[in-house]
């Protein structure tokens, strides 16, 4: 690989850069720290639902495939890597690639979708209808005022072409107005919110 203009951009580091990284310039070492600090911060994250918060997941994922790239290429251009290094090299394209992977599941975009939302349980039955707040592949979060808790089991039939699925309540969060938030995964819905043609 090519060496870069400039030193390293870590503090005190006067090794010269050999990999761009998040718009700085890095030496392998460093660079290799790098990877690890956010591989750790985006699974720590990705394992608390945490990135959920964020505006948007794009940016774990320009993050992750930013990592993957230079890794690579790092690897394939740099005939002097040693034996440990190679090895963190594969370790951090494994867990970015994983990460990726279980990120693209739970990306969420905000869009609207018109709902029916059914549950029953002990021989009552409730039905509403409701709209989504955001959408992920394979859930949702929705805005409803049916008395379910996490764990349980509802029916949401899209009210725009009546497809129907079972889901799952994943979390819940009870408003002042006495309405709650709630997490849904879909359980059995294939491409529920059509992703594949958007």
Same mark, same amino acid.
Not at 104 to 116: A, C, N
């Given at each position: 690989?090519? @060496? =870069?203009?400039?030193? %390293?951009?870590?503090?005190? %580091?006067?090794?010269?850069?050999?990999?761009?990284?998040?718009?700085?310039?890095? %030496? *392998?070492?460093?660079?290799?720290?790098? %990877?690890?600090? *956010?591989?750790?911060?985006?699974?720590?994250?990705?394992?608390?639902?945490?990135?959920?918060?964020?505006?948007?997941?794009?940016?774990?994922?320009?993050?992750?495939?930013?990592?993957?790239?230079?890794? @690579?290429? +790092?690897?394939?251009?740099?005939?002097?890597?040693?034996?440990?290094?190679?090895?963190?090299?594969?370790?951090?394209?494994?867990?970015?690639?994983?990460?990726?992977?279980?990120?693209?599941?739970?990306?969420?975009?905000?869009?609207?979708?018109? +709902?029916? +939302?059914?549950?029953?349980?002990?021989?009552?039955?409730?039905?509403?209808?409701?709209?989504? =707040?955001?959408?992920?592949?394979?859930?949702?979060?929705?805005?409803?005022?049916?008395?379910?808790?996490?764990?349980?089991?509802? @029916?949401?039939?899209?009210?725009?072409?009546?497809?129907?699925?079972?889901?799952?309540? *994943?979390?819940?969060?009870?408003?002042?107005?006495?309405?709650?938030?709630?997490?849904?995964? +879909? =359980?059995?819905?294939?491409?529920?919110?059509?992703?594949?043609?958007?």
């Amino acid at each position: 690989m090519a @060496t =870069l203009s400039t030193t %390293c951009h870590a503090p005190s %580091c006067a090794h010269p850069g050999c990999v761009c990284f998040e718009g700085h310039e890095l %030496c *392998r070492a460093h660079f290799i720290a790098s %990877c690890y600090e *956010r591989l750790e911060e985006y699974g720590t994250q990705l394992g608390k639902n945490d990135h959920w918060q964020m505006v948007s997941s794009e940016n774990f994922v320009d993050i992750l495939s930013e990592i993957i790239d230079q890794a @690579t290429t +790092l690897g394939l251009e740099s005939p002097d890597l040693d034996g440990i290094q190679q090895a963190q090299l594969l370790d951090i394209l494994f867990t970015a690639g994983n990460l990726l992977k279980n990120l693209r599941r739970s990306i969420r975009r905000y869009l609207s979708v018109p +709902l029916k +939302l059914s549950y029953e349980v002990t021989g009552r039955e409730w039905t509403e209808e409701s709209n989504t =707040l955001e959408v992920s592949q394979h859930g949702a979060s929705i805005e409803c005022r049916i008395p379910i808790s996490k764990g349980e089991i509802m @029916t949401v039939e899209r009210i725009d072409n009546h497809r129907s699925a079972k889901a799952k309540v *994943r979390w819940h969060r009870r408003k002042p107005d006495g309405s709650q938030m709630l997490g849904i995964e +879909l =359980l059995d819905s294939g491409d529920f919110w059509e992703f594949d043609k958007s």
